[in-house]
């Protein structure tokens, strides 16, 4: 064997194994680029997923406070009629005249004077317009008319010497058949 033959089977060898060298190389980087596209598609496939539920939860939010709004509205609106009705009540009320005012007003009258002994010094109070009314009746009682307590009609009734203050006005009325009766009204208004 020649020396020449030796140098041509070393670079025969050299050669198959540079191909060997070069084969196994490309096809671990094309081993590495298919790992690199699957991971690259599975953290695109992870942020789209990500992002719909962004949306989602954003779109959940909008619509969770845009029903929230729309329930404060709503409850704003109707606090608001219920506001109107009660000035139309308390107009209608201060408004009652003659006969109906009278009776109503003696009945407020007869019905706080329990609460006094007959010897107690009772002065009546009321409505400026009542005036006349309250004068006439806080005589038939034996009582003093002490002068106007802003309401819209009714008495009030103290006395010194007991220490007593009985409101029996139209108002404190209406507070209290208001009070006891708006879930009702509200119910009636709204067709809850």
Request: overall charge negative; proline content about 0%.
């Amino acid at each position: 064997m020649s020396l020449e033959t030796v140098v041509e089977d070393i670079r025969e060898e050299a050669r198959a194994r540079a191909e060997n060298i070069r084969a196994e190389g490309e096809e671990r980087a094309e081993e590495l680029v298919s790992e690199a596209e699957s991971d690259a598609t599975d953290i695109l496939d992870e942020q789209e997923r990500e992002v719909e539920r962004e949306i989602k939860q954003m779109r959940e939010q909008k619509l969770s406070s845009a029903k929230l709004e729309a329930k404060q509205k709503r409850l704003e609106a109707r606090r608001n009629v219920l506001a109107e009705v009660r000035a139309d009540v308390e107009a209608a009320v201060a408004g009652l005249e003659g006969d109906r005012r009278e009776e109503l007003t003696r009945e407020l009258l007869e019905d706080a004077s329990t609460e006094f002994d007959d010897s107690d010094d009772v002065t009546v109070y009321g409505r400026d317009d009542d005036a006349a009314l309250l004068e006439t009746l806080a005589d038939d009682y034996g009582y003093t008319y002490g002068g106007e307590y802003e309401c819209l009609g009714g008495v009030v009734l103290e006395s010194e010497a007991s220490r007593i203050r009985v409101n029996n006005t139209f108002d404190s009325v209406l507070d209290s058949v208001w009070e006891n009766n708006l879930k009702e009204t509200s119910e009636r208004l709204f067709d809850q």
